[in-house]
């Protein structure tokens, strides 16, 4: 079956730093792309960036761009998401998802596989 | 950037009744490069549709996807009790990828 398992859900105060992981299992993590995807309470979703495991290329979005960076280690199957400084407004859901198909800087697939989702929470 | 938007915000409706769910571009979205997922109180959004109109595997026939160019429509023929929830649109064909706001499907 193939999935995608994510890390546990964060408490964690501004300004600490955080990194949070996705595991894929199933298929061959490194000839698939990687996306992750925000969903702040009670909002939508937010394409945050993808990832390609095989050479860990790497394109954000504009919005996301210098706040996070993306990762993968292909050879334990994990891609990873992290902050530096954390913030108030960084609480929300994160997704990790499987796009179906290839990637550029300028288009992607749809997202036929979805991780769990962790819930990040940054409150003082 | 190009901005999806959903609508209605909500749509209450009986099950057996027919939902129409609308997602309409700023630009147009090239080659149908437009999905629609579910999504469940608590659990991760599941991919319904994916370029406009074919259906993932396993989707339920009553699940169908048309439009083209910047009018998409998601249409479920008869509402079974599982499938209130809240819809969201997604346009992978021009960078960045964005989704709509959603639409949320409630019992009357």
């Known amino acids: 079956e193939v999935q995608l398992v994510q890390s546990g859900a964060e408490v964690k105060k501004p300004g600490e730093s955080l990194k949070i992981s996705c595991k894929g299992s199933?298929?061959?993590?490194?000839?698939?792309?990687i996306a992750w995807v925000r969903q702040m309470p009670g909002k939508g979703l937010e394409w945050m960036g993808i990832i390609y495991p095989g050479d860990s290329d790497t394109t954000y979005s504009p919005s996301f761009q210098g706040q996070v960076t993306i990762s993968a280690d292909k050879s334990i199957s994990t891609a990873y998401l992290q902050w530096s400084s954390l913030k108030a407004s960084d609480t929300a859901m994160y997704y990790c998802?499987?796009?179906?198909?290839?990637?550029?800087?300028?288009?992607?697939?749809?997202?036929?596989?979805w991780g769990q989702g962790t819930t990040v929470t940054v409150s003082s | 950037e190009i901005v999806l938007t959903q609508s209605p915000g909500t749509l209450s409706l009986s099950p057996g009744e027919r939902a129409t769910l609308s997602c309409r571009a700023s630009q147009s979205v090239s080659s149908s490069y437009l999905a629609w997922y579910q999504q469940k109180p608590g659990q991760a959004p599941r991919l319904l549709i994916y370029g406009a109109s074919s259906r993932a595997t396993g989707i339920p026939d009553r699940f169908s996807g048309s439009g083209s160019g910047t009018d998409f429509t998601l249409t479920i023929s008869r509402l079974e009790p599982e499938d209130f929830a809240v819809y969201h649109c997604q346009q992978y064909g021009s960078s960045p990828l964005t989704f709509g706001g959603g639409t949320k499907v409630e019992i009357k």
């Open positions: 998802a499987r796009p179906a198909g290839y990637c550029s800087s300028s288009s992607c697939s749809h997202l036929d596989v």
């Open positions: 199933g298929y061959n993590f490194t000839t698939y792309w």
